[in-house]
Nanobody, 124 residues
Framework: QVQLVESGGGLVQTGGSLRLSCASSGRTFSSSGVGWFRQAPGKEREFVAA????????QYAQSVKGRFTLSRDNTKNTVYLQMNSLKPEDTAVYYC?????????????????WGQGTQVTVSS
């Protein structure tokens, strides 16, 4: 069983930064890809970023490329999403997820474990 706990969300002004963390209690964390997804009110959950098990590969949605950076520390079973130059359209609940695969997967169905989510609000 894998449990994920996200933290670091909050309210920030346009152009500001936040760092989200995702801590896992599962033994498979270090051998699994980890991703972040987000869901805004009235919209479907969408892919944001993913990192492979060994951190050698990352994938980003086009909308966040160049602004968000995903990293992981397998010694701490933790993944970090650094979000810079935030925009109002980044406002959403952000979810961390652990994949069935070791790669940086981008599709929701490739993820089997999900956190509860953390709210990110960017004011204009």
């Amino acid at each position: 069983q894998v449990q994920l706990v996200e933290s670091g969300g909050g309210l920030v002004q346009t152009g500001g930064s936040l760092r989200l963390s995702c801590a896992s209690s599962g033994r498979t964390f270090s051998s699994s890809g980890v991703g972040w997804f987000r869901q805004a009110p009235g919209k479907e959950r969408e892919f944001v970023a993913a990192i492979s098990a060994s951190a050698t590969a990352t994938q980003y949605a086009q909308s966040v490329k160049g602004r968000f950076t995903l990293s992981r520390d397998n010694t701490k079973n933790t993944v970090y999403l650094q979000m810079n130059s935030l925009k109002p359209e980044d406002t959403a609940v952000y979810y961390c997820a652990v994949s069935y695969r070791w790669t940086a997967a981008t599709m929701i169905h490739e993820y089997g474990y999900w956190g509860q989510g953390t709210q990110v609000t960017v004011s204009s």
